[in-house]
């Protein structure tokens, strides 16, 4: 195996998670979303990124105010993982729990 095909094969794994981190900071803040932005601008990474960590993702955009970019990762998230109620939980939790918007 070659290196680019190890990177290529690589997951997004414990480095996503203290970019979470420093982008919840960032968030909570109140500062301009420029790392969450970043992130979410790599498609890649998004893809490969594990379910929690795409959830989380989620809702940081919905609090930072980004709609657009939330609402692709919900969508990818309810394409890529049908079976899962993560997607729809947050949909619902966010529009008050009538379940119109899963």
């Given at each position: 195996?070659t290196?680019?095909?190890?990177?290529?094969d690589s997951?997004?794994?414990?480095?996503?998670?203290?970019?979470?981190?420093?982008?919840?900071?960032?968030?909570?803040?109140?500062?301009?979303?420029?790392?969450l932005?970043?992130?979410?601008?790599?498609?890649?990474?998004?893809?490969?990124?594990?379910?929690?960590?795409?959830?989380?993702?989620a809702?940081?955009?919905?609090?930072?105010?980004?709609?657009?970019?939330?609402?692709?990762?919900?969508?990818?998230?309810?394409?890529?993982?049908?079976?899962?109620?993560?997607?729809?939980?947050?949909?619902?939790e966010?529009?008050g729990g009538?379940?119109?918007?899963?």
């Open positions: 195996m290196l680019q095909e190890t990177k290529a997951r997004p794994g414990p480095e996503l998670k203290l970019v979470i981190k420093r982008i919840q900071a960032e968030v909570l803040a109140g500062e301009e979303p420029t790392k932005r970043a992130v979410l601008a790599q498609e890649s990474l998004m893809a490969g990124a594990a379910l929690e960590d795409r959830l989380e993702l809702r940081l955009a919905q609090a930072a105010g980004e709609i657009e970019p939330a609402l692709r990762i919900l969508e990818g998230l309810t394409r890529d993982h049908p079976a899962q109620p993560a997607g729809r939980a947050l949909t619902i966010e529009n009538d379940g119109f918007h899963a």
